[in-house]
């Protein structure tokens, strides 16, 4: 069993033992890992991220790992040389409030001048754009000048939880029209009003798949962001108690393959 998790924050915890042991007892069953770096809550996340690529050199798990910038808050023109560098597979411009480029998903601000400079030299440098912090004033003006298709590494559906870090109906059928890919997180509060379950996780994915097709949905776990995830499905390890509940839904294994990784990693192919 193959899984490609399109937002996992094992980067930012690498420091913690915990990290370290959730990596090493996982490792075989992740096919790539996009672990972005939740800048916020970082001084120098340009330093700390170039010091951990030094660390993670030393893992033979590197090869599977693509960095990700998750708010792009302190970036600024002298900046880019150093991004670069870096090279992150995805940039979220913003995390759940406005900055200076975009509205986050709790504010009601918009995509600026300064973001639309922003997408421009992201693009220009094959690094894709993140759409998952962004409000939905910010997400459609995004929409309305990108040039690729449209990615949200991680989130849930607002027709089950009407919250603002979910995507709605008409934002999902943006993004399958511009052929991007949608990441589907395990965050509890966004998922089901009770403790979230695994049947609860296999039920939204069972909606999605009714509503819009399996061709655009991949996973975005979220593990190492919050946690608030269920007891059955809190390592990849478990992605087997998925993948039982989705087969008892009636799902092929061809099927779960394409969500839990062939979906992205065709994506992913397509920027190569």
């Not at 915890?13 to 916020?40: D, G, H, R």
């Not at 998750?70 to 900055?99: A, H, Q, S, T, V």
């Not at 991680?154 to 603002?164: A, L, Q, S």
């Amino acid at each position: 069993m193959k899984i490609t998790d399109l937002h996992n924050d094992y980067l930012t915890e690498l420091s913690s033992n915990q990290a370290i042991k959730y990596l090493y007892n996982n490792q075989s069953y992740i096919a790539n890992l996009f672990s972005p770096v939740w800048t916020t809550e970082i001084k120098n996340p340009l330093n700390f991220i170039k010091n951990k690529k030094k660390l993670l050199k030393n893992f033979k798990f590197y090869n599977k790992l693509q960095i990700c910038i998750e708010d792009m808050y302190f970036f600024d023109d002298f900046m880019k040389d150093e991004i670069l560098k870096i090279n992150p597979y995805y940039c979220g411009l913003c995390w759940n409030y406005e900055n200076e480029f975009c509205g986050g998903a709790y504010s009601n601000a918009s995509l600026s001048n300064k973001g639309k400079r922003l997408i421009k030299f992201l693009e220009n440098n094959n690094i894709q754009i993140d759409c998952a912090h962004m409000n939905e004033k910010s997400f459609y003006q995004l929409a309305n000048v990108t040039t690729k298709p449209i990615f949200c590494s991680h989130t849930g559906f607002k027709c089950i939880i009407d919250d603002k870090r979910n995507l709605s109906d008409a934002q999902i059928k943006q993004i399958i029209k511009s052929e991007g890919l949608i990441g589907f997180y395990f965050v509890g509060k966004y998922i089901s009003r009770n403790k979230v379950s695994v049947y609860d996780i296999a039920k939204n994915i069972e909606l999605f798949v009714k509503l819009y097709g399996i061709e655009n949905l991949a996973i975005g776990s979220d593990f190492f962001g919050t946690d608030d995830l269920p007891t059955e499905l809190n390592n990849y390890k478990q992605f087997v108690n998925l993948k039982n509940q989705l087969i008892r839904f009636g799902f092929t294994n061809c099927e779960i393959n394409k969500i839990f990784y062939q979906n992205a990693n065709k994506f992913i192919k397509k920027r190569d």
